[in-house]
């Protein structure tokens, strides 16, 4: 009788430590480091101030929280369109729909507004939510316009995305469609969703933007992106021109996102019209 009491003691203790080994590995997650983003400068135009008034004002019987969002990140998003050929409509819809309007709790507490996971290359800061798995990793930034720049560096480094880049700008239907075939939501709904969201809120007028402008000449602030040229003598350089990215850069050079990036000191993927690069 004693040796079975003793026997259940000890399958206790040892039930006990596994419990409490698989606890600690759950709460050992790396939380990464915090990265140097910079500060984002707000420099919306005339033209886009007027345009978010008239698109709030002839929908205000929608969402005041859709609307709350649009106000506050149309500028950022016609931004990325002008850097990045990305269709404006398209980065506000998706804002809208990954975040919950900006008020899911991935965007309150981490500012990732479009549900992008850390993935292998992340070294920032990390939060772990379920999502399709349970706990699973999330990049966290210090400013919600770091979610929106890595956004468009998601879609212009994976070649999955490439073809996209073929439609034309205002082409949001065509995106749209094109994001889900690329495997970017698993939703089967993803399109219909996004393109309800453009047509609702007329987030289509944005993709009219021209970009004269839109570098804060507007209200007197200039803002220089990544716009040095290289302190290199040797080598071949390229004048970046309207709709052109990184990858479609490195496509052009038989290169790589990464090379071009080290031999001209890129910090991040931003690059500016007229800016001058070193492709070998």
């Given amino acids: ?28 997650r790396d939380a990464g480091v915090v990265l140097n983003e910079p500060k984002p400068v707000k420099i919306p135009t005339s033209s886009e101030v007027e345009r978010t008034k008239d698109i709030i004002t002839k929908n205000s019987n929608l969402n005041k929280h859709t609307l709350d969002y649009i106000r506050k990140y149309a500028a950022v998003s016609v931004k990325e369109m002008h850097l990045h050929s990305i269709p404006a409509s398209i980065t506000l819809a998706q804002g809208i729909l990954e975040s919950g309007r900006g008020r899911s709790e991935l965007a309150l507490k981490s500012n990732n507004h479009f549900g992008i996971k850390c993935h292998s290359q992340w070294q920032g800061e990390r939060v772990y939510h379920d999502d399709d798995h349970k706990g699973e990793c999330f990049r966290k930034y210090q400013y919600v316009e770091s979610s929106f720049d ?39 709904q993803y399109p219909h969703k996004l393109i309800k969201i453009i047509e609702e809120y007329r987030l289509h007028e944005f993709d009219k933007i021209k970009n004269k402008g839109f570098n804060g000449e507007d209200n007197n602030t200039k803002v220089v992106i990544g716009d040095r ?3 290199k003598t040797i080598g071949n350089y390229y004048e970046v021109k309207k709709g052109d990215t990184l990858y479609s850069i490195a496509r052009k050079f038989n290169t790589t996102v990464g090379v ?3 031999i001209n000191g890129l910090t991040d993927n931003v690059i500016s019209i007229g800016q001058h690069l070193l492709t070998k």
């Fill in 229 to 231: 040229i290289p302190q």
């Fill in 260 to 262: 071009i990036k080290e």
């Fill in 1 to 28: 009788m004693k040796l079975r009491v003793i026997l259940f003691c000890i399958s206790l203790l040892v039930l006990s430590s596994c419990g409490s080994s698989k606890k600690a590995s759950r709460t050992k």
């Fill in 150 to 188: 890595d956004h468009s560096a998601f879609l212009t480094q994976r070649k999955r995305y490439a073809f996209l880049f073929d439609y034309d700008s205002d082409d949001y239907k065509g995106w749209a469609k094109g994001l889900k075939r690329a495997g970017y939501a698993t939703d089967r």
